[in-house]
């Protein structure tokens, strides 16, 4: 009886589709923003967030993206990681290159770099599907790391690859301490998140689905396929983008292409695969998971389990587990965690009651 | 021109390589509609099992034998806990399925067998032979042998047997094999067994080229655009398509490499993949399903 | 009620050299319902394709609403107002019934993709207008209980009225129906018809069906169409059709 809708009547439909339709989800979401603003960088300290929170939201954006073109438009690929790439070389170079670009700016415009080779790639998608596609986004990963190493103009001529984030300096104010890096990073996966979630409930996220869930079918009713893939590979890329551009510059500070490599690419897809396709708060899930389990199980193979667990196994029984929950998830419950959470909610809404 | 041979052979026999690994896949794909990415993590756990066994002293054709068992153990525990119950569901839950699947194996092999790198040595001499003029490594043509050995076996067993008939009738309509009283558990294990041998193969003689090590996995990537180029559903399109990749990337490092900037041997398979898929979608041996509504 | 909305002169249609469809004429008049009828693998379906353009003639001209169409794609069809439904349902399963309904409204969506995606400009009032007209289909269908149900997870019959409305929302002028009412029940039949009649009535659709059931054919069409072996051997009201002696020899079968 805690959550439910019974006393909301909603009639009109611009109330219908609002973001949050029933009056507890409205408030549960301004609670935790009012939270994740206000009070969490009162009470973390700086290993959580530099560790945690900030890879943890980076990589839910990132998730984000991917789901955009998997979840919703039913494009696979193996290639998020070279999109990422591109937006942190990208926002690098646009802020090097141009004097006095706001920092923002250049965020977005390395979003729109990537959105630009996403495109790219994404053209096959009008002639060949499926498991073909993934040749298309490993070709755009492997192709895009070979660029950025071996053209030493997109690192500024440095010998490794590396490039390294500027002073976060947005307005006059410094984002560099951990706190401003994670508020930094907090504001732009808030404002993309829900962007995202208004994008898949507008009619382009239904031409998404649409050909996703069956593509001969929407050619018939007027649908235009090739646009509808190319902007599903154009906005997927623009969430990666900017989250490339953020993993280098609120993140690691520092980072070279191979930072960008197929295991990234893979670690993105099991973020919403766990987390939930077609979903967006999955990725936030998705991307909570994969971060807190190495931490929680090297936390407990040096106290609980201390002598059980071979520190040198570590690496090893994380494959291991990842693997695993990922068959499981599969098998069990392919809408992965968001499904759980909303069929707790569902359960929540007849509490005590059972049916 | 001597040279540009010379580079074309090394290459084509480097191709059989990736053939082998191919061939795996093709098989799997056939019987089951599974695209298997954990074919390279199988390649690299038989040949790290073989290997560990092997410097315990055990024999060659014991540690042979004991290694196909454990492969075999393997894809009894994968149609077990996992194809079975994946039963019916899109393709591309499948594959991830086995990217995860691919991970697992990967974890297992090297928690169980370390991660150092084993040297492999399969007593076959790789002393450069002079034939007509041009140097061949000696081991490159054994693989070559090894390969066309390995294709007259597959032919015969899918072609001959009854459990090769069954098998075919499989891959053309599940349902129908099923009324007709095929039992698609047994013959999914043995597709995923057979598999596994095919990857213990390609893993010794990978592993006796470049050492028995983590990098082997990786070459499932190689096949990818072998199968794009050959074909899913044909041995001989995973021996062309592997061919063709071989002496193609081979050809592009050596005389296209100097000039764009070394190190495209990486991605070049993968563009020329997607020229063919613009080109001739299914491959040059695959057949095109016409789509209805 | 005279004019013909659709004409077809000498359609033939083969597959890698197998004929489905030989020299094929026929007239559809604007507001009528026309029945496509014959035995399976007479042409039916593959006639539809051709008219909506998912399969292209090799010979024969199509003459819808007096313009000649060649060489037309299937969306080309959507936007000079065809709009069908399938043989082997082809809805969107993962989504609601309403956004089912609502992609069927795509063309006539106002705003572009980044006005949609950012929720500015003409999209916020164009969504309301569609979400209005897609609920009257919904209603005028009564399908309202399942509006925000997945359509994977409906019933056999309910999807097919769902794919009716779907191909509704688009407002279309001429709409194909590839055996509304296979699989169905008596009574699902006849809901079926009823909403068919509805549509024809409030609408003014100009309607080509194909069904197999003949008494729900008779009583349903203006016009009906008999194909055998992809050729044309009955065409006329059903009081004409079910007089002709071809038409009759083809479903019982006599030796000519």
Known sequence: MLYRESGQFISDYRADRRLFRLWQERAGFYLLLVFAFAVVPFIANDYWFSAILVPFLVLSLAGLGLNLLTGYAGQLSLGSAAFMAVGAFAAYNFHLRIEGLPFLLSFILGGVAAAGVGILFGLPSLRIKGFYLLVSTLAAQFFVQWVLTSVGWFSNNNASGVITAPPLLIWGRDFSSPAGRYLLTLAVVV?????ARNIVRSELGRHWMAVRDMDTAAAVIGIPILKTKLLAFAISSFFLGVAGALWAFTYLGTVEPHG????????????????????????????????????????????????????????NLQKIIFGGLIVFFLIKEPFGLARLWQNFRERSRIWPLRY | MEFFFEVLLGGLLAGVMYSLVAIGFVLIYKASGVFNFAQGSMVLFAALTFVSLLERGIPFWLTFGITMLTMVVLAWA??????????????????????????????????????????LELGISDEPLELGGMLLSQFDIFAAGVAGVLVIFLSWLFNKTRTGISLRAVADDQLAALAVGIKLQRIWLIVWAVAGFVGLVAGLLWGARLGVQ???????????????????????????????????????????????????????????????????????????????? | MSSPLLELSHISLSFKGVKAITDISFAVNEGEICALIGPNGAGKSSLLNVINGVYQPDIGDIIYAGTRLRRMQPHAAARRGIARTFQNIALFKGMSVLDNVLTGRNLKVRGSWLEQALHIGRAPGDEVIQRKRAEEIIDFLRIQPWRNSIVGTLPYGLQKRVELARALAAEPRLLLLDEPMAGMN????????????????????????????????????????????GKKIGDGTPQEVRENPDVIAAYLGTSH
Do not use: C
Not at chain 2, 83 to 91: A, D, E, W
Not at chain 3, 191 to 218: A, K, N, P, Y
């Open chain 2, 214 to 293: 983590f990098s082997l996995s990786l070459v499932v990537l190689k096949a990818l655009p072998v199968l794009i180029i050959g074909g899913f559903t044909s041995i001989g399109g995973a021996i062309v398509g592997g061919l063709i990749i071989g002496a193609s990337e081979k050809l592009a490092e050596v005389f296209i490499g100097p000039i764009i900037g070394g190190g495209i041997e990486n991605w070049f398979p993968y563009v020329l993949a997607l020229v063919f898929l613009l080109v001739r979608p299914a491959g040059i041996f695959g057949e095109r399903a016409i789509e209805r509504v």
């Open chain 3, 186 to 229: 008596h009574e699902e039949k006849a809901d079926m018809s009823r909403f068919i009649l509805d549509t024809q009535r409030e609408f003014g659709t100009t309607i080509v069906l194909i069904e197999h059931d003949i008494g729900v054919v008779m009583n349903l069409s203006d016009h009906v169409v008999v194909l055998d072996y």
């Open chain 1, 191 to 195: 404002a993309l998140a829900l962007l």
């Open chain 1, 260 to 315: 960008f490599d197929l295991t990234r690419s893979f670690q993105i897809l099991f973020i919403i695969i766990i987390g939930g396709m077609g979903s967006i708060l999955g990725n936030f899930l998705g991307a909570a998971f994969i971060v807190l389990l190495p931490i929680l199980l090297s936390n407990l193979s040096g106290t609980v389990l201390a002598g059980l667990i071979d520190p040198g196994q570590l690496e």
């Open chain 2, 78 to 119: 994968i149609e077990r806990f996992m194809l079975r119950k994946l039963v019916n569901r899109p393709p591309i839950t499948l594959f991830m399925a086995t990217l995860g699947l691919s991970y697992m194996i990967e974890g297992l092999a090297q928690a169980v067998w370390g991660a150092q790198v084993h040297g």
